[in-house]
């Protein structure tokens, strides 16, 4: 048995806990705060046999790693923009996500 510990962005914990359960894995879900920065963050832990640890991280790592995303912003007035109809938002790519995994043994396992 292994205890799975992941940190997470907030943003990226739904999909996450949602993807996990429909392969039938056991999540709770804490309320965190990093230490550095103290932005709060969302710990999930699993409790699973060794051989579903690979599947368990790779949904994880799939929903709540880094990633790359285009999100769009307001052209700023310094670029001399000042027609109506001429502000179109303008893409920006931008890394989101990323998440720390532990994999702990687990000692002992019972549900009383
Ligand atoms: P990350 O390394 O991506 O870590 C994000 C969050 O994951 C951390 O939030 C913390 O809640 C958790 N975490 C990461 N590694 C951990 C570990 N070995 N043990 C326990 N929890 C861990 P924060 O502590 O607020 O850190 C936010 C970001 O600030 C970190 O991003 C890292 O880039 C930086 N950072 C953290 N501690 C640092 C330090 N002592 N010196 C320099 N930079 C640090």
Known sequence: MKMIFAIMHSEDV??????????NYWVTKLSTTGGFLKN???????GTEEENVPGA??????????RKSIKYTM???S??????GANNMIPIDM???????FVLDVEHYEKC
């Open 14 to 23: 739904d999909e996450t806990v949602d993807e996990l359960n429909k392969k």
């Open 40 to 46: 709060k963050n969302v710990t999930l832990v699993i």
């Open 57 to 66: 991280v790779k949904i994880i790592k799939e929903c709540a790693g880094k």
């Open 75 to 77: 052209p700023s007035m």
């Open 79 to 84: 670029s001399g923009n000042i027609y109506p």
């Open 95 to 101: 890394e989101v996500g990323g998440c720390t995994v």
